[in-house]
T-cell receptor, first 114, second 111 residues
C-alpha cells in the first residue's frame, strides 16, 4: 500500500459526459501528479500540482483540467468524453516537486467510455 | 528532447533464469534514472533508482547501473522468480521536471 488513495476504482460513462477523479496523496506529500495509461500511448504524464499550484503540464487535453485543494487532495476533471479517453488514470505523490523525488502511485481509476 | 527507449516485450523466462531488460535514454543535463514495476492490477512502485553517472541502484535482487557513456540503464536480475512477473518501466527525471517513462516491458516467468 503506497498511501495514495484514488476514487472511484472503476468508472463507466457515456461519450459527451463529464467525470471527476479524486486523489488523496500520502500524508506529508505536497506534490501530486496525474498520469494516463492506455495500450496505444503507454504511460503519459498529464499534469503536476505542488502545494496547490500548477507546476508542470504534459500531454493534457484542453477538455481535461485539474486542481489541488488546500487539504492537498487533487481532482482531475474530464469533460466531453470520447471513446479514446478510456484508460487507466493514475495519481502519484511525492514529498517535494523535483522529478528526481520518488513518486508513490495510487491504484488507479479505470475509466471506460461507451 | 528527453526520451526513454526500452526493449519491447513480452519477455518470457523460466524460473531462475537471468534477466536483462534494456533501457537507453536521451536527455539534456544530468537526469536521475528509475525503474518502476507494475504488478497485475496495481499501480506503479519504485524498484530502484540512480541519481548520477556510475551509480548502481539495487533492490530485491534487481540491479541497474547508470552508464553515461552509453546513455543506458539496463535492468538485471540473476535469478528470476514467478513472483517477478510484472510490467517494468524505465524512467528518467530531468532535473526538477516530470518523470518521462518508457513504454514498459512485460515479463512473464514460468515455473
Amino acid at each position: 500500500d503506497s498511501g495514495v488513495t484514488q476514487t472511484p476504482k472503476h468508472l463507466i460513462t457515456a461519450t459527451g459526459q463529464r467525470v471527476t477523479l479524486r486523489c488523496s496523496p500520502r500524508s506529508g506529500d505536497l506534490s501530486v501528479y496525474w498520469y494516463q495509461q492506455s495500450l496505444d500511448q503507454g504511460l503519459q504524464f498529464l499534469i503536476q500540482y505542488y502545494n496547490g499550484e500548477e507546476r508542470a503540464k504534459g500531454n493534457i487535453l484542453e477538455r481535461f483540467s485539474a486542481q489541488q485543494f488546500p487539504d492537498l487532495h487533487s481532482e482531475l476533471n474530464l469533460s466531453s468524453l470520447e471513446l479514446g479517453d478510456s484508460a487507466l488514470y493514475f495519481c502519484a505523490s511525492s514529498e517535494l516537486a523535483g522529478g528526481h523525488y520518488e513518486q508513490y502511485f495510487g491504484p488507479g481509476t479505470r475509466l471506460t467510455v461507451t | 528532447g528527453n526520451s526513454v527507449t526500452q526493449m519491447e516485450g513480452p519477455v518470457t523466462l523460466s524460473e531462475e533464469a537471468f534477466l536483462t531488460i534494456n533501457c537507453t535514454y536521451t536527455a539534456t543535463g544530468y537526469p536521475s534514472l528509475f525503474w518502476y514495476v507494475q504488478y497485475p492490477g496495481e499501480g506503479l512502485q519504485l524498484l530502484l533508482k540512480a541519481t548520477k553517472a556510475d551509480d548502481k541502484g539495487s533492490n530485491k535482487g534487481f540491479e541497474a547501473t547508470y552508464r553515461k557513456e552509453t546513455t543506458s540503464f539496463h535492468l538485471e536480475k540473476g535469478s528470476v522468480q514467478v513472483s517477478d512477473s510484472a510490467v517494468y518501466f524505465c524512467a528518467l527525471a530531468p532535473a526538477v521536471k516530470k518523470l518521462i517513462f518508457g513504454k514498459g516491458t512485460k515479463l512473464s516467468v514460468k515455473p
